[in-house]
């Protein structure tokens, strides 16, 4: 057996404690030591694991060794999916994968279509009189209403989409790992007390509507599913709906929004890749569909939706080499594998092409993995880069944000997001 990874000096920890930087400073000087390392915050010693071979290892292929533990979003989704373990998490999981399957995203198609065709219409409106608009506002409504149609066959209401705005504030309460120095659990939530009762009333308005029926103009969703569900399987209580509800709300449009914010933003650093895309083929054709997907791909490989996987050993185990024994924290960061120049060239640059050009993209299987992998991978996978590919489709070809101010950076808390608002006018493309 192994020895430990090579651990980050204490007074490079204590200078960037009293620097105030964010996490990932700190994780990046923990990730020079190679792709596995360790460092201490107070007295508790955690596992950065970067390299490919070890997220491979980690989440793909002993992922019964390495857990979640105190789910980081559990006062937002209770016992959802997301923060379930053991054989909860199973059930759950099967329950919900069949409708994230390629046939199970067929029967939300129309649902994803009206959703970008009313982003459409409203850029085509604000780019008729000139209105300015918010981009990353317009990207959350997007997702949130492609969502919500899929969750309760209703398009999204002004009503609804306001009280829905606590989940944005909710998350960003969120603290960015398990152990984050600060206040406490029970001080976060008396914090957002208010929004978890704002988010709490609506998916209780939700439930109801739903079991009174007639399912909406889409027809049932994902919600009667749940509802179906609680006939037979005595655990699909109404907490437990209440907690997938909020579950599938808060990852179905969360981390779409943010990626296809960020997606514009680097449009507008690099301009001339909005044209790349749609000089790659006709409309609908299999080509600009590839160059729109790499498009997103490469904004996820810069800001990965999930930016940090925490996990738990819960045995002894040798990681590349090193000695992990159990009860130790580990972090996954494919925000600092994705900008691996060993594993991606040129790491900073936003370059779409590493995803059409053979031998552009590592082959190693855990070089990439912004939706994680191996048996926790998000479930919502297909479904948001189908709903991404086809607003990109609608959009690209018609209009162009410019921006009266962008942000410059990104604060990394739960997710990665832009460090400011995106107001813009609507420019149409000749």
């Given at each position: 057996?192994?020895?430990?990874?090579?651990?980050?000096?204490?007074?490079?920890?204590?200078?960037?404690?009293?620097?105030?930087?964010?996490?990932?400073?700190?994780?990046?000087?923990?990730?020079?030591?190679?792709?596995?390392?360790?460092?201490?915050?107070?007295?508790?010693?955690?596992?950065?694991?970067?390299?490919?071979?070890?997220?491979?290892?980690?989440?793909?292929?002993?992922?019964?060794?390495?857990?979640?533990?105190?789910?980081?979003?559990?006062?937002?989704?209770?016992?959802?999916?997301?923060?379930?373990?053991?054989?909860?998490?199973?059930?759950?999981?099967?329950?919900?994968?069949?409708?994230?399957?390629?046939?199970?995203?067929?029967?939300?198609?129309?649902?994803?279509?009206?959703?970008?065709?009313?982003?459409?219409?409203?850029?085509?409106?604000?780019?008729?009189?000139?209105?300015?608009t918010d981009v990353g506002e317009d990207m959350r409504f997007f997702a949130l209403d492609t969502i919500w149609r899929s969750l309760t066959g209703h398009p999204l209401d002004e009503a609804t989409?306001?009280?829905?705005?606590?989940?944005?504030?909710?998350?960003?309460?969120?603290?960015?790992?398990?152990?984050?120095?600060?206040?406490?659990?029970?001080?976060?939530?008396?914090?957002?007390?208010?929004?978890?009762?704002?988010?709490?009333?609506?998916?209780?308005?939700a439930i109801a509507a739903a079991r009174r029926g007639p399912a909406g103009p889409d027809g049932p969703g994902l919600l009667h599913v749940l509802l179906d569900a609680s006939a037979g399987r005595?655990?699909?209580?109404?907490?437990?709906?209440?907690?997938?509800?909020?579950?599938?709300?808060?990852?179905?449009?969360?981390?779409?929004?943010?990626?296809?914010?960020?997606?514009?933003?680097?449009?507008?650093?690099?301009?001339?890749?909005?044209?790349?895309?749609?000089?790659?083929?006709?409309?609908?054709?299999?080509?600009?569909?590839?160059?729109?997907?790499?498009?997103?791909?490469?904004?996820?490989?810069?800001?990965?939706?999930?930016?940090?996987?925490?996990?738990?050993?819960?045995?002894?185990?040798?990681?590349?080499?090193?000695?992990?024994?159990?009860?130790?924290?580990?972090?996954?960061?494919?925000?600092?594998?994705?900008?691996?120049?060993?594993?991606?060239?040129e790491p900073e640059r936003f370059d779409p092409e590493r995803f059409t050009v053979a031998g552009r993209r590592p082959a190693l299987p855990g070089a990439y993995y912004p939706f994680g992998i191996?048996?926790?991978?998000?479930?919502?996978?297909?479904?948001?880069?189908?709903?991404?590919?086809?607003?990109?489709?609608?959009?690209?070809?018609?209009?162009?944000?410019?921006?009266?101010?962008?942000?410059?950076?990104?604060?990394?808390?739960?997710?990665?997001?832009?460090?400011?608002?995106?107001?813009?006018?609507?420019?149409?493309?000749?």
């Amino acid at each position: 057996m192994g020895g430990p990874p090579p651990e980050l000096d204490a007074s490079v920890v204590e200078q960037w404690s009293s620097s105030g930087g964010q996490l990932v400073d700190l994780l990046g000087r923990v990730g020079a030591l190679g792709g596995v390392g360790a460092f201490r915050l107070g007295a508790r010693r955690t596992v950065l694991v970067t390299g490919a071979q070890a997220v491979q290892h980690v989440l793909a292929q002993h992922p019964d060794r390495y857990v979640k533990r105190s789910h980081r979003a559990r006062m937002l989704v209770g016992d959802g999916v997301l923060s379930a373990s053991g054989e909860q998490w199973k059930q759950q999981r099967r329950l919900l994968q069949a409708q994230f399957t390629g046939p199970g995203i067929r029967r939300f198609e129309q649902r994803i279509a009206a959703a970008a065709r009313r982003a459409a219409d409203r850029w085509a409106e604000c780019a008729r009189t000139g209105r300015p608009t918010d981009v990353g506002e317009d990207m959350r409504f997007f997702a949130l209403d492609t969502i919500w149609r899929s969750l309760t066959g209703h398009p999204l209401d002004e009503a609804t989409h306001r009280e829905l705005g606590a989940i944005e504030t909710v998350v960003a309460a969120l603290p960015t790992t398990p152990t984050a120095p600060g206040a406490g659990q029970a001080a976060v939530e008396a914090a957002v007390a208010e929004d978890l009762a704002r988010i709490d009333a609506v998916a209780e308005h939700a439930i109801a509507a739903a079991r009174r029926g007639p399912a909406g103009p889409d027809g049932p969703g994902l919600l009667h599913v749940l509802l179906d569900a609680s006939a037979g399987r005595p655990e699909y209580t109404d907490r437990l709906i209440r907690d997938e509800l909020v579950t599938l709300l808060v990852a179905g449009h969360e981390t779409t929004a943010k990626t296809l914010a960020w997606l514009y933003l680097l449009l507008d650093r690099n301009p001339r890749l909005q044209d790349w895309a749609l000089n790659a083929g006709a409309a609908g054709s299999p080509a600009r569909r590839d160059a729109v997907q790499a498009l997103v791909g490469e904004t996820l490989r810069l800001y990965p939706a999930a930016w940090l996987m925490p996990r738990h050993a819960v045995e002894d185990d040798v990681l590349t080499g090193y000695r992990i024994e159990a009860g130790t924290d580990l972090f996954v960061c494919p925000y600092l594998t994705h900008r691996d120049p060993q594993l991606w060239p040129e790491p900073e640059r936003f370059d779409p092409e590493r995803f059409t050009v053979a031998g552009r993209r590592p082959a190693l299987p855990g070089a990439y993995y912004p939706f994680g992998i191996g048996a926790r991978a998000c479930l919502g996978l297909q479904f948001a880069m189908r709903e991404m590919t086809v607003l990109l489709e609608l959009l690209l070809p018609a209009f162009t944000p410019a921006y009266r101010a962008a942000p410059t950076g990104a604060v990394l808390g739960f997710i990665v997001r832009p460090d400011g608002p995106m107001p813009a006018v609507i420019r149409a493309r000749r």
